[in-house]
């Protein structure tokens, strides 16, 4: 039984990881300086900065560790950054976008479900050659 997985995997995940934790931590300080009652303002608007910060950085390191693609002979589970994953059938898949070395999986809506490429994906061109014997047209 051929099996395959596509992780979405980025250079970027390493810098958002580093960025979750120094946020957070200013988060916590600023709001002990909020709770001490120094700069009242100032630490508000920090705190506010802060937290969105922390929830942008905190989104891209679940969506760089949970978000995938399963391939195998039965179908595709695809796995959101949030919510539940996600059974297609190969009939669901209406192309392969080939660019270069990247790769684009279009659903039958027209929604992209998974970019990967020959850098960071491990036999991406029998990844390619697995959906093309299961009938998903190609383009290029």
């Not at 760089?64 to 195998?72: K, Q």
């Not at 959101?80 to 790769?103: C, F, H, N």
């Amino acid at each position: 039984m051929n099996s395959y997985k596509i992780k979405k995997t980025s250079g970027s995940t390493v810098f958002f990881t580093v960025l979750l934790v120094l946020s957070g931590t200013r988060l916590i300080f600023n709001g002990i300086s909020l709770a001490m009652g120094d700069l009242p303002l100032i630490a508000f608007i920090l705190a506010i900065f802060y937290a969105v910060l922390f929830a942008v950085s905190l989104y891209m390191v679940i969506r760089g560790r949970r978000c995938s693609l399963t391939l195998n002979d039965n179908g595709l589970v695809y796995t959101p950054p949030l919510g539940a994953e996600k059974r297609l059938s190969y009939q669901d898949i209406q192309k392969v976008s080939m660019g270069g070395r990247t790769y684009v999986i279009y659903t039958t809506d027209g929604k992209k479900l998974i970019k990967f490429d020959d850098f960071r994906t491990e036999n991406a061109s029998k990844i390619i050659a697995f959906l093309k014997a299961k009938g998903v047209p190609t383009e290029i």
